[in-house]
């Protein structure tokens, strides 16, 4: 019976495999052309935040994204030359006063939500994920190993968009969690530290395209480490090793240890 069953098992195994491997690519190709979609329409409503800005209806352009489409369509109806203007003084400091209250709550929402405990899986969930441990000197961290080799460099810690002009050709990414719009960064970094992320995360597939060592599940690293400080990553083991405390001139080292120019 076993010598039926298994070559069943491998076959259909195999044609699963197949499968897989064809229309993963679907995963990245998907968010890949939604996100192009998505910049367009953020041109778009960029556009109509700065013509409304001009006309005196909105602080900034980017005033536009604290609006619903309900509402730009019906500031749009109201533009219309056939529509009575009376009032519209008045209209426009309503709309002001409504999107500042809504800038504070986004702020406020913000704020509260990185500043609220990090959030993970039952442990019957987990299975035999490893436990992190921090090493009591300080200057040895481990986690769990994303992409191999090693690489040394300044730590550059990124929480958000905000920060991507700091990334520096040879520094080390230092970061809560990395989604696709981050990926144009991969290509400047020459390693990546995580908080968060397993083998298949986003951040940790690109990783290991773009040949970069890589490590993850390192609770609260972005405030463990320091901007500039050189570090060493080692993504085959699952390493962290602090170094110095001052960014130096030197090169940061590619997976294979030779020197980065």
Request: with cysteine.
């Amino acid at each position: 019976f076993l010598e039926r069953l298994l070559p069943l098992r491998w076959f259909i195994l195999r044609g699963l495999l197949t499968l897989t491997r064809h229309y993963l690519r679907l995963r990245e190709d998907q968010r890949f052309y939604w996100q192009k979609g998505l910049a367009l329409l953020r041109h778009i409503y960029l556009r109509i935040g700065r013509a409304l800005a001009e006309y005196g209806m909105l602080e900034q352009d980017d005033d536009i994204f604290f609006l619903t489409a309900g509402e730009v369509e019906g500031i749009r109806s109201s533009l219309m030359p056939h529509v009575d203007q009376a009032g519209e003084g008045d209209h426009s400091d309503r709309l002001r006063a409504r999107v500042a209250l809504r800038r504070r709550i986004f702020k406020r929402l913000n704020a509260a939500y990185a500043a609220s405990p990090a959030t993970s899986y039952p442990t019957f969930l987990r299975g035999d994920e490893p436990v992190v441990e921090r090493h009591t000197d300080g200057r040895l961290l481990s986690g769990r190993p994303l992409s191999p080799g090693m690489a040394r460099g300044p730590a550059c810690i990124v929480l958000g968009e905000e920060d991507f002009a700091a990334v520096r050709p040879g520094s080390i990414l230092v970061a809560p969690g990395a989604d696709p719009g981050w990926t144009p960064l991969f290509s400047r970094i020459s390693g990546l530290v995580l908080e968060n992320g397993g083998q298949l995360s986003h951040g940790a597939v690109v990783a290991r395209e773009y040949g970069l060592p890589a490590i993850a599940g390192i609770p609260g690293v972005t405030g463990i480490l320091r901007n500039g400080e050189i570090i060493v990553v080692d993504g085959s083991a699952g390493l962290l090793m602090r170094q110095d405390n001052v960014s130096s001139s030197r090169p940061a080292l590619t997976s294979k240890g030779q020197e980065q120019l």
